[in-house]
């Protein structure tokens, strides 16, 4: 991380902490800081398969949705006189207490979602391993699509998952059910939920900023840049595209995961293709494989959507136009600055003149294949301090 | 050191290499000359790991590697320079070097070995801040051998090394790869179209046609084969 980085990351999550004291914890201000602080998550959880490992993804909603789910599912379980239930039957009403309503539950719960999806991005990966990328933006797509209309599917007689669902009604968590994380309720508009949401956007910067400058980020960016070439240089590709799959629909689940604290109910028919679309547009505004391009992107497009809800002055865009919208900027955008807005920044830490010029000269045979390993570093070691 | 025993590789319902047995000792250049589409560039990409032989086997000091994931083979020593170079266009000649010494923990060997590619190729040195994709195609076939030997193999296979270059840049090359060879012991084994040049480089040579070894001897023995000369050397 540049200086620069380090100074306007320090600036944003200071503004970032201090928001709520100036915006408060309740209205719309905050409530579109939290939608932007989690579609922020899970724009940073797709760049780690599209920016970083040079895929495309065309069903990350998936992620979303199932993290969604398990969450509310997990919050939903309850203790009932005959056993254990889920509180989200739209038919029947469960009475009893929670089973995961211990203070600090939502943390395992929130993990859970993140490993179910972190298994969810490993199988959907695992068929599109053996051919060459474009598979995978097809795979992701059919899967989304696969999993969205089952999650509606309620013919009585198949297999009905709107049971678990909700189907088109969607999921609400009973008020009885809200978890609580430090003695406080994790609303939407309480003080915990903003910084639960900021912390865990923090996390994913991190965690994505620390893949991204390892090894196996290293291995991710040579698998983008030529696959072949990887594997010629002893890159095990297939491994590392399942590291990317896995990290990102983990960090994707916890989004989803936020989703569910966030809006109180989960309807999959709000959660369609055009969610995916809306992420990966964010992530390609900002700059593919740039986390704060990621991030500077999304929370762009999120802000630009909660303008267009606006009245303007007695004209408003229609909720299908906002699409056209962010076409036409995808468009501007890829038409004068095709590396997004803020494109990462090419780290190539150059070999000085005087370690050019150690490196160079007079020492014999550094490179002699007959000698172990261990020999020509002492060699190399000893020329270095020779000069 | 490599052994290739009655190997054959499909592509779908191509029959590409119709058992095919070749040997490659220590400290020895092999070349493999042939037609296009005989399968020259197949045998190397089966014995990195990129290709499955349908049958066969491959051994490499005595293991089998004919199942090993290509990182492995690399791992092993065992390193391939693909056709058409494949440097990464958009990493530095210095990043495409370190990239070649990934799978290697050992940095202050890594630092020396990087001097001594500079050695190998100084124009890599006056190069190794820019793009390699902004390097001419001499340069970047520089670049693809050079981030082979990083990764230190004992045996490096070469494909095409001589693919739409100059003349001269060829001549260049072909030295260092001679050099390589006799300065270090580096055992390499070569496929390449110009095969008066391989010949005159290498020990040894398979002659292939559609898929299987039609001839194998002395590199000058091939050189002198009246059937080789005119079919691959263009002379009578």
């Given amino acids: 991380m540049s200086r620069t980085d380090a100074v306007f990351g320090a600036l944003a999550l200071l503004a970032a902490i201090v928001f709520p004291w100036l915006a408060g914890f309740r209205g719309t201000l905050p409530n579109v800081a939290l939608y ?60 009893g207490e929670p089973l995961l309503g211990f203070d600090g539950a939502i943390l395992i719960i929130l993990l859970a979602a993140g490993l179910a999806c972190a298994l969810l991005g490993v199988l959907r990966g695992i068929p599109t391993l053996r051919v060459r990328g474009d598979y995978y933006a097809i795979v992701t797509l059919g899967i989304a699509e696969i999993l969205y209309e089952t999650a509606l599917w309620d013919d009585t007689n198949l297999l009905n998952f709107t049971r678990v669902t909700g189907g088109a009604f969607g999921i609400k968590l009973p008020s009885s059910h809200v978890p609580h994380l430090f003695g406080q309720k994790l609303y ?28 196996v980020g290293r291995a991710m960016a040579a698998i983008r840049l030529d696959e072949t070439a990887a594997r010629a240089c002893g890159v095990d590709v297939s491994r590392h595209k399942l590291i990317a799959f896995a990290v990102s629909g983990f960090v994707g689940g916890i989004g989803g995961g936020l989703y569910t604290l966030w809006s109180g109910t989960v309807a999959v028919k709000g959660l369609d293709v055009w969610q995916s679309i809306l992420i990966l547009c964010g992530v390609v505004l900002g700059g593919m494989g740039s986390i704060r391009g990621t991030a500077v992107g999304i929370a762009g497009l999120m802000c630009l959507g909660e303008l267009l809800r606006e009245d303007f002055g007695g004209v408003s865009v229609p909720p299908e136009a906002r699409f056209l919208i962010y076409g036409l900027l ?32 007079g020492h014999a045979r550094l490179y002699d294949l007959r000698a172990p390993a261990g020999a020509a570093a002492a060699a190399g070691a000893d020329a270095v301090e020779g000069t | 050191m490599l052994v290739l025993d009655d190997v054959h590789v499909h592509y779908g319902k191509i029959h590409a290499l119709k058992g ?118 001499g340069e970047q076939q520089m670049l693809a051998i050079a981030r082979s030997l990083m990764s230190r193999p004992k045996l490096l296979m070469l494909d095409e090394p001589s693919l739409g270059l100059a003349p001269i840049i060829v001549q260049q090359i072909f030295q260092t790869i001679a050099r390589l060879n006799q300065d270090e012991g580096l055992t390499i084994l070569l496929v390449e179209q110009n095969a008066a040049l391989a010949l005159r480089t290498a020990h040894r040579g398979y002659v292939y046609e559609t898929g299987r070894v039609t001839m194998e001897d002395a590199a000058s023995a091939l050189a002198a084969d009246e059937q080789v000369r005119a079919a691959y050397l263009g002379s009578i």
Avoid at chain 2, 102 to 110: E, H, S, T
């Fill in chain 1, 188 to 215: 939407y508009d309480q003080p915990v939920f903003y910084y639960l949401v900021l912390a865990l956007v923090v996390s994913a910067f991190l965690l994505t900023h620390h893949l991204n400058r390892s090894r």
């Fill in chain 1, 330 to 361: 995808l468009i501007i955008v890829m038409r004068f600055r095709p590396q997004g807005l803020l494109p990462p920044v090419r780290r190539s830490r150059a070999v000085t003149d005087a370690e050019h010029a150690a490196l160079t000269t």
């Fill in chain 1, 36 to 95: 932007v602080g989690i579609y922020m998550i899970l724009a940073l959880g797709l760049n780690v398969v599209v920016g970083f490992t040079g895929l495309l993804d065309l069903g990350y909603v998936a992620f979303l949705a199932l993290g969604a789910i398990v969450t509310a599912l997990l919050l939903s379980l309850t203790r009932t006189e005959s056993g254990i239930d889920w509180a989200i039957g739209v038919s029947h009403d469960v009475v």
């Fill in chain 2, 20 to 137: 095919v047995s070749i040997e490659v000792r220590e400290g020895e250049i092999v070349t493999i000359i042939g037609a296009n589409g005989a399968g020259k560039s197949t045998t190397l990409q089966t014995v990195s790991g990129l290709l499955r032989p349908s049958s066969g086997t491959i051994t490499y000091a005595g293991q089998r590697i004919d199942a090993m994931a290509p990182s492995d083979i690399v791992a092993l020593g065992l390193c391939h320079t693909p056709e058409g170079r494949r440097i990464f266009p958009e990493l530095t000649v210095d990043e495409n070097l370190s990239m070649g010494a990934y799978l290697r923990r050992d940095r202050a060997a890594i630092e020396a070995d990087r001097g001594r590619a500079f050695e190998l190729f100084p124009i890599l040195a006056e190069r190794r801040t820019q793009h390699g994709g902004t390097l001419s195609g």
